[in-house]
């Protein structure tokens, strides 16, 4: 699986919207971008995922670069409950194995 | 939909003992993946079952081990725990199969204790 590199942590205005990075520069053409969050001492939470194209749900929008180096997790309003560490992972799609990194500690503050 | 079960939530055993633990994955869902969350080693695979075979497998020595049943439910046991042994461990299901790409679902977990 690629490796992918994340700032260690960012704050956020409630209101405001989140945008979190992720750099995976060795990304393989068959390999996917997973988002997952994981709020203290919860399990892991599923946000979105994708291959080459900008993809939107009910949660959360993501941005992948045409050369899909790096790609950026938006939460358009973030509120008290978004703060978490959110993981960005690249994976093959039928990969059963997720490689988490460190993430980023995403601090939404009043 | 019911979500990924764990139980127990909660478990704290004594160094040497073994322990086993269990996962329900969502309904319809075929493939159920296991990790260890540590602070000092963060979130790792240990293993992954579809359709009652292990599937994959990560590095991790042979004292922890699982199964899967033909109703998709889960266990995986550690023997002679160690200190080091002390972790969140977490279940995962996702439908699984040859095509993709497919988004995994978390349990709660369960918080083992070693003393």
């Known amino acids: 699986d690629a490796k992918t590199t994340q700032p260690t942590s960012m704050d956020c205005a409630e209101g405001r919207a989140a945008n979190l990075p992720c750099n995976h520069s060795t990304i393989s053409g068959n390999e996917y971008v997973y988002w997952y969050r994981q709020i203290h001492s919860q399990g892991p939470q599923y946000i979105i995922h994708g291959l080459k194209n900008n993809e939107t749900n009910e949660m959360a929008s993501l941005i992948i670069t045409e050369d899909r180096k790096s790609s950026t997790l938006i939460l358009p309003h973030a509120t008290l409950r978004d703060t978490a560490v959110y993981y960005c992972?690249?994976?093959?799609?039928?990969?059963?194995?997720?490689?988490f990194g460190t993430g980023t500690r995403l601090q939404v503050t009043l | 939909k019911a979500g990924v079960t764990q139980t127990p939530r909660y478990l704290i055993k004594t160094r040497g003992q073994q322990v086993t633990l269990s996962c329900s994955p969502i309904?319809?869902?075929?493939?159920v993946s296991w990790y260890q969350q540590t602070p000092g080693q963060g979130l790792q695979f240990l293993f992954e079952?579809?359709?009652?075979?292990?599937?994959n497998k990560g590095n991790f020595p042979g004292r922890f081990s699982g199964r899967q049943f033909s109703n998709s439910r889960s266990e995986m046991n550690v023997s002679t725990l160690e200190l080091g042994d002390s972790a969140l461990y977490l279940c995962a299901s996702r439908r699984g199969g040859l095509t993709g790409p497919y988004e995994q679902y978390f349990g709660p977990g369960t918080r083992l204790t070693v003393t």
């Open positions: 992972i690249v994976s093959t799609g039928t990969a059963s194995k997720l490689t």
């Open positions: 079952y579809f359709s009652e075979t292990q599937r």
């Open positions: 309904s319809g869902h075929r493939s």
